[in-house]
């Protein structure tokens, strides 16, 4: 079973906005990096994220930016501790999973954001890991709509 998932989201604002909001690590930090964000999502750069419930910066791999159409990241999956049986598994080196998002214009000025993540290991940790980023990116995609919509930040003080 490949481990994948996607969510998605409308935002009543025009797609280059939208876009912006996500790989400008000022706009970044302001509603989802509750730590802070640095660097720009460019192809090729390498950033770092941080955040209050998962403690120190991290590096963000940029793959690929295509310009208010779609952003490639790639970083280390986190599966915590290995659970019995998996210990020679996860004990070796990290591995990468791959995030896609993609920005698409629709009616009325509004922009469809979907987020794809995959590359976990089918073990039970990798299962865990992978629904608990889905859940991050849920909430990013619920914290970019509130802020860009209404600038609110939903995520200040949730995790601190």
Known sequence: ?????????????????????????AQLSRYFTTGGAKGRL????????????????????????EKDKKIVLQWEANEGAPSDGEAAITASAG??????????????NRTLVSITEEGWRETPTGLKASYGNCQGWSQMLCALKIWLEHDINLREGMYK
């Not at 591995?95 to 009325?108: A, H, I, K, Q, W």
């Open 1 to 25: 079973m490949e481990l994948k998932f996607n969510v998605s989201a409308r935002v009543s604002k025009p797609v280059a906005q939208v876009f912006e909001a996500v790989v400008d690590s």
């Open 42 to 65: 460019e192809t090729g750069a390498t950033v770092s994220w941080d955040f209050h419930d998962f403690p120190g910066a991290f590096p963000v791999h940029v793959v690929e930016v």
């Open 95 to 108: 591995y990468m999973t791959t995030v896609t998002m993609t920005f698409e214009p629709l009616e009325g």
